[in-house]
């Protein structure tokens, strides 16, 4: 059980357009999801923490007009990517955690390019 | 332009030889850690997991060793194995389920030899 899939697995886009990247939890109704991003040989830098039916709080330096993300429901999170540039070009990963609970189950990743 | 990205720690072991990857964390206040693994082109998937109130945790092959004096976080695998290979990230929290997010170490690339 607790598995997360993110859709698309990889994305190619234009210098401008917007991406938008789901994430889903399969089989648990995850309250909290989290949105990274990983530059290659880098970590995990947390984007945002989104909680189902609430608006999103971003981390610093994090702009919310430009990586929108969306909550709607216990098992679908959104990310979109707009106006993207070939800098945003990165592995998108999200997470999502149940309801009173402690781990953490990690998405599969969404690499994005920029072109 | 192009980015200039880290270089990530790196540990070579042999196959069947034990490894020890090593991760320094920053806030005292933290109260639960976790060790992740992630492949090449792969979210990081679980390992294991431990409370401040222990030092010691073992899992299959695998042993997370806490020392809250100096602020250390140790894992341990035993009898590595080529699936071994991968980049591990020790992660700490202010407490499970915390509103308070994960923060990732470094990372470690590992690497089995044959």
């Known amino acids: 059980g607790a598995v997360v899939s993110q859709h698309p697995s990889w994305v190619i886009c234009k210098s401008g357009t917007s991406v938008k990247i789901e994430c889903r939890s399969l089989?648990?109704?995850?309250?909290?999801m989290f949105w990274y991003r990983q530059f290659p040989k880098q970590s995990l830098m947390l984007m945002a923490t989104s909680n189902e039916g609430s608006k999103a709080t971003y981390e610093q330096g994090v702009e919310k007009d430009k990586f929108l993300i969306n909550h709607a429901s216990l098992t679908l999170s959104t990310l979109t990517v707009t106006s993207a540039h070939p800098e945003d070009s990165s592995f998108y990963i999200c997470?999502?955690?149940?309801?009173?609970?402690?781990?953490?189950?990690f998405g599969p990743g969404t690499r994005l390019t920029v072109t | 332009g192009e980015s200039v990205g880290l270089h990530l720690p790196t540990l070579s072991v042999q196959e069947g030889d034990n490894s020890i990857i090593n991760c320094a964390y920053s806030n005292s206040a933290s109260d639960y850690f976790i060790w992740y693994k992630q492949e090449s082109g792969k979210g990081p998937q679980f390992i294991i997991d431990i409370r401040s109130n222990m030092d010691k945790r073992q899992g299959q092959r695998v042993t997370v060793l806490l020392n809250k004096t100096v602020k250390h976080l140790s894992l341990q695998i035993a009898a590595t194995q080529p699936g071994d290979s991968a980049v591990y990230f020790c992660a700490e929290q202010a407490y499970p389920g915390s509103a308070r997010q994960l923060t990732f170490g470094s990372g470690t690339q590992l690497t089995v030899l044959p």
């Open positions: 997470s999502a955690r149940r309801q009173g609970g402690s781990e953490q189950y």
């Open positions: 089989d648990f109704q995850a309250t909290t």
